[in-house]
């Protein structure tokens, strides 16, 4: 076991190394900069940039050195924590990054509780009673649920909270309490803030691990051990539990995997929809600038969560099915 | 005690008794009729053999002797009476299956070993724990270290070899006949009177075939257990089983002790079965599979079921009324109009 996380993790240093080439290979294949982008803006503006500031401003930000140079020099300051600089907001990435990270992370995290929550009794339930009005009523709504964009859902809730309970549209803070230091009714606001992207985040990932769980938890209930065990003697409902629950639990463990790049790239529709400070509109916004490091730094945390979030449910999935741990 | 030869009561009630059991299914299609009045007796410590194609339901017997029969699957006539350990006899189709009697009855009372090893245990559970689950289902006064010292004890029985270390194992680090042992074990650690083998050595290769059904023997032998061993392998009945019962279609047509069964078949259909046995010390002949199919359980045929593919047909009787019960000799049952006084009159 221990032999195989270790080889694992060694597995994931050229993984990264190659994606981390990739990535600043996607940056810099549209043609212009930064600098162009920017200047197209300024000049929009009616602003006249003379030649020499432009030079000046290429050569700050070392956009005339070779390509492999630059790559270097971004990639050297990634492994050192200084996640370079974006032109765009005039500010380190360090500084844009993290306190949208948080949220992220904190939205995510409330979003996958209620896809959970909510999935795994339905599926359950739905799977020992098949066919019954529940299953059906669960079907539906699952299949809706999975059909419905999720910025839509989130237009629609967002009127009913304010038609039906009064409820601030967008944001994960009130206006009075965006600035404000944190305390207790600051916390409260946030919460009264969160159901509805938690919802709206949660919503396609809970109707399809509601659809998983009744198909695996339909498999497993016709496998033979669980008419060995049942006859056995052993009560039903402990059976259930201990035997067909346990084995049909493993999509649960795989959804950690595609949970933490989802902090990042965390339904950037929805979120601008909602207007919440997390990491999507911050991502689409450097993307669409060229703004190389805000974005490059992005891309590859993204990758770097991927990466370590497979690592992390196969090691969960090893450690509950022997299976997989014995090869 | 029993009298292997005629399989009839000497004084003490058989073990569990079986009187013309029928079972119905409901499927979107429309019911189906797995049993149709069946009806055996086994008496304690007695081996038994089921014998029959696939389809012909006797792995529906067995469970709706365990009362674990499939959701949609219901007893609608007859009786399983049941002698148990403290001596009442229970009607085991009078019990809610769900109730705490029944799952006392079952694994405590009756075992049974499946025919997949493979998949027959638990995947993501040790072969240890699934033993001694079995013991502490059974036995609540056990504590660890007695559940331990049992589930080694019953492994080394049935011949695993370093038993301390393998119980630890996973099913699927076992092999097919190990597996198998394990299933044993696992069957006989409730001290149950009545062992169902179900198909027990059909997943397993040849060579692995007979040490399990040696081991099977044995432990039957050494605990005095009573055996059902339901089969479609003639040949395996012969060696392990004194009292046979032949199954066509949800129904008995000839029961008897095994040496009447395979030297004197009276059953068109025991007869044939008889000659698809593949038999290498006669070369020469060759191999009669039975003509035609078994029908299925939802469209049974009128009358007698084997006449749509009997050879021996009476006559127009046969697809118009079911044959009684004969008794040829001591203990020798069959159901044909060959051999009941009606088909004389009519022909």
Not at chain 1, 198 to 205: H, M, R, S, W
Not at chain 1, 218 to 232: C, I, M, N, R, S
Not at chain 2, 166 to 182: E, N, P, T, V
Not at chain 2, 223 to 236: E, K, P, R, S
Request: net charge neutral.
């Amino acid at each position: 076991m221990l032999n195989y996380i270790l080889r694992r993790v060694l597995l994931m240093i050229p993984t990264l190394a190659v994606i981390s080439v990739l990535v600043f290979t996607i940056i810099q294949l549209p043609p212009g900069d930064i600098i162009t982008s920017r200047l197209l803006l300024l000049q929009q503006q009616g602003v006249d940039v003379s030649q020499e500031a432009i030079e000046a401003m290429r050569a700050r930000y070392n956009l005339d050195d070779p390509l492999y140079l630059q790559y270097l020099r971004w990639i050297g300051g990634f492994l050192q924590g200084d996640l370079g600089y974006s032109v765009q907001f005039g500010q380190s990435v360090n500084h844009l990054i993290w306190e949208r990270l948080g949220y992220t992370l904190l939205l995510t995290t409330t979003a996958t509780l209620f896809a959970w929550l909510v999935a795994f009794p339905v599926g359950v339930f739905s799977a020992l009673r098949q066919y019954s009005l529940l299953d059906y009523v669960a079907t539906v709504l699952a299949f809706l649920g999975l059909a419905t964009p999720s910025f839509l859902l989130a237009l629609v809730l967002m009127y009913l909270g304010y038609a039906w309970f009064g409820i601030p549209i967008g944001g994960l803070f009130s206006p009075e309490f965006a600035a404000a230091p944190w305390n207790g009714s600051k916390l409260i606001d946030l919460l009264k803030h969160l159901w509805i992207p938690a919802v709206v985040l949660g919503t396609a990932g809970m109707a399809g691990l509601m659809r998983v769980m009744r198909a695996n938890l339909l498999d497993e209930l016709g496998k033979p051990y669980v008419q060995t065990a049942l006859a056995k003697g052993l009560h039903p409902t402990r059976l259930v539990i201990k035997y067909p629950m346990r084995i049909a639990i493993n999509p649960f463990i795989s959804t950690v995997g595609w949970l933490l790049p989802h902090l990042i790239s965390g339904a950037a529709i929805t979120s601008i929809v909602l207007s919440l400070p997390t990491t999507g509109p911050l991502l689409l916004e450097s993307l669409r600038n060229q703004d190389m490091y805000l974005a490059g730094s992005f891309l590859l945390m993204l990758s770097t969560l991927t990466v370590v979030g497979t690592l992390l449910s196969d090691i969960l999935l090893a450690v509950v099915d022997p299976r997989i741990r014995y090869e | 005690m029993r009298d292997p030869v005629t399989n009839e009561r000497h004084g003490a009630e058989p073990l569990l008794e079986v009187l013309d059991l029928r079972v119905r299914i409901e499927r979107d299609t429309g019911l189906v009729h797995p049993l149709n009045g069946v009806s055996f007796r086994i008496q304690e410590g007695q081996s038994v053999g089921i014998v029959g194609e696939s389809g012909c339901g006797k792995t529906m017997a067995s469970n709706a002797l365990l009362r674990i029969l499939p959701r949609r699957a219901e007893i609608t006539h007859g009786s399983m009476q049941f002698r148990t350990q403290a001596g009442d006899r229970i009607d085991l189709a009078q019990l809610d299956p769900m109730s705490r009697r029944m799952r006392q009855i079952r694994g405590g009372e009756i075992s049974m070993i499946f025919q997949e090893p493979m998949t027959a245990f638990s995947p993501v559970h040790t072969v240890h724990d699934q033993i001694a689950e079995m013991i502490r289902l059974h036995d609540p006064g056990a504590d660890k270290e007695e559940q331990h010292r049992r589930v080694v004890e019953l492994l080394d029985q049935v011949g695993i070899p370093d038993p301390e270390q393998r119980a630890f194992d996973y099913s699927f680090q076992l092999s097919g006949g190990m597996r198998q042992r394990a299933m044993i074990a696992m069957a006989l650690a409730s001290g149950p009177r009545l062992l169902i083998a179900d198909e027990p050595t059909t997943a397993l290769d040849v060579t692995v075939q007979a040490r399990v059904l040696k081991l099977i023997e044995r432990m039957q032998r050494e605990l005095n257990l009573a055996l059902m061993l339901i089969t479609h392998d003639l040949g395996v009945v012969a060696h392990m089983v004194s009292y046979v019962y032949v199954m066509y279609l949800g129904r008995v047509v000839e029961e008897g002790p095994v040496e009447a069964i395979f030297d004197n078949p009276k059953h068109p259909y025991t007869a044939a079965l008889l000659r698809s046995i593949p038999n290498l010390a006669s070369k020469s002949r060759r191999l009669e599979p039975i003509e035609g199919n078994v029908p299925s359980a939802d469209r049974l045929p009128t009358g007698c079921p084997f006449h749509t593919r009997c050879t021996e047909k009476v006559g127009d009787i046969c697809q118009q009324r079911m044959p009684a019960r004969v008794e040829l000799s001591v203990g020798h049952a069959v159901s044909c109009f060959r051999y009941t006084e009606e088909s004389l009159d009519d022909g």
